[in-house]
């Protein structure tokens, strides 16, 4: 392949453009901030399943208190009225008298369990209510910090986004001259050689693969005309002869 070597020489540029911009989308891509906002929403959903577990419970203790209070209240006003209809005289008869108070004594004993029961019931849900609320304020926190990091990868992505656009707008102007079979070449070659298609020859080694070139291929290049595409013999790569190449 032939190509001026000035069209050869901007092909460099076109490599340090697209490089710069391979390094800033791989910077968008992995910045510590997206890292720790995966790390923190993958948290966060540990949390909040614990927390809806929490609420649930809660939910049923609160039920089961309520059942409970309803109970203690219904045995304590049969207490009242039974109280209620001796101390008024209602009941006569010294059997019926003596039944209801050894009833009243079953009521008390009754009360006391329901009461004892209620209060398993309130200190169950106090420690439920106290872990939902723990969790819950994690959940604050940690959305809280959700959002502060989201705010810094977006200024962040604002900066490497302008200088990415600039990158491809001087990538754009860079590429203007560069014969079309020279371009379709180095393009082939950048998808095929991790994003390095064409690197310059300096100080007798490749900028590509970092190999030193022998001296038997070294006197290849230096015979080639200077309109001749040169590609490294280790790598494939685009050979760009400079002033600093060595021969």
């Not at 948290?43 to 059942?67: N, S």
């Not at 009833?103 to 369990?113: A, Q």
């Not at 309130?122 to 939902?132: F, I, R, V």
């Not at 690197?199 to 080639?224: N, S, Y």
Request: proline share 2%; aromatic share 0%; net charge negative.
């Amino acid at each position: 392949m032939k190509a001026d070597p000035s069209a050869q020489q901007q092909l460099l540029s076109v490599q340090e453009l697209d490089s710069r911009a391979d390094h800033l989308r791989h910077q968008r891509a992995s910045l510590p901030e997206i890292v720790r906002i995966a790390e923190l929403e993958t948290g966060r959903g540990d949390v909040d399943d614990r927390l809806r577990d929490a609420r649930i419970v809660v939910d049923d203790l609160t039920v089961e208190q309520k059942k409970a209070d309803a109970d203690v209240e219904q045995v304590k006003a049969r207490r009242t009225r039974d109280r209620d209809r001796m101390d008024q005289g209602l009941i006569t008869n010294p059997k019926d008298l003596e039944r209801m108070q050894h009833e009243l004594v079953s009521l008390e004993r009754r009360i006391g369990s329901l009461e004892d029961a209620e209060l398993e019931i309130m200190e169950q849900l106090e420690d439920a209510q106290g872990t939902a609320d723990t969790l819950a304020a994690q959940l604050a926190e940690t959305d809280a910090q959700i959002a502060e990091l989201v705010v810094a990868r977006d200024a962040r992505w604002v900066e490497i986004d302008t200088a990415l656009a600039e990158a491809e707008a001087a990538r754009a102007a860079a590429v203007e001259g560069v014969p079309e079979d020279l371009l379709a070449l180095y393009e082939r070659l950048r998808a095929q050689k991790g994003g390095v298609g064409a690197a310059a020859l300096r100080a007798r080694q490749c900028g590509g693969c970092q190999l030193t070139i022998d001296a038997a291929e070294l006197g290849v290049i230096r015979a080639a005309a200077a309109d001749e595409v040169i590609r490294c013999e280790e790598c494939q790569r685009i050979l760009v002869r400079t002033p600093e190449s060595g021969l």
